[in-house]
């Protein structure tokens, strides 16, 4: 009897410290696969790309040379694609025309996109890829994917789902890439 009490005691003693290893493990390999699920990092060169207004105007990522802009993926019905987009809605307003931000989804429609801009009250725009496939180019997995591109178009700042981007981080990157032109 007084065995068993002592074994139990020792093993309630350990499980909140097998717990709190586990969920370590849990955030590290999260982190580790965000990253590791990357095409694109910092310092590299943005893929070509050719992106839809809903006007029906296409734009070439070859056209926004010489220009500091953000590419983020996301899909509507992803949480933290939610906590971003306001986010971006901060920085486009904050800057109009002098950053662009181009919203692609990684497979919706115009018409699924549109529903849920009207929805948040969104007013940036978003633009559809050429192809579906665009997003695989940057990225095996994993949305949100914000990347600040400077204008030789090459990837200064990239963000998944953690840490997503914010208003205030997005806003000192800018700064420090609108310096650098």
Known sequence: MIRTLAKNSILAALLPLFFLVALTACIDDRDDDADSTAKVKVGDRIPAFIVTTTDGIDIASASLSGHAYILNFFDTGC???????????RIYDAYLAGVMVLNVPRSQTKDEIQAYWDKA????????????????????????????VDAQGRVFAAFCDSPTADFATLDSLLKKVNKQQ
């Open 79 to 89: 949480p933290d694609c939610q906590r971003v987009l306001p986010e971006l809605q």
């Open 121 to 148: 009250g969104l007013t940036m725009p978003f633009y559809i890829p050429h192809d579906y496939n665009l997003y695989y180019q940057f990225a095996t997995r994993g949305i949100p994917r914000t990347y600040v």
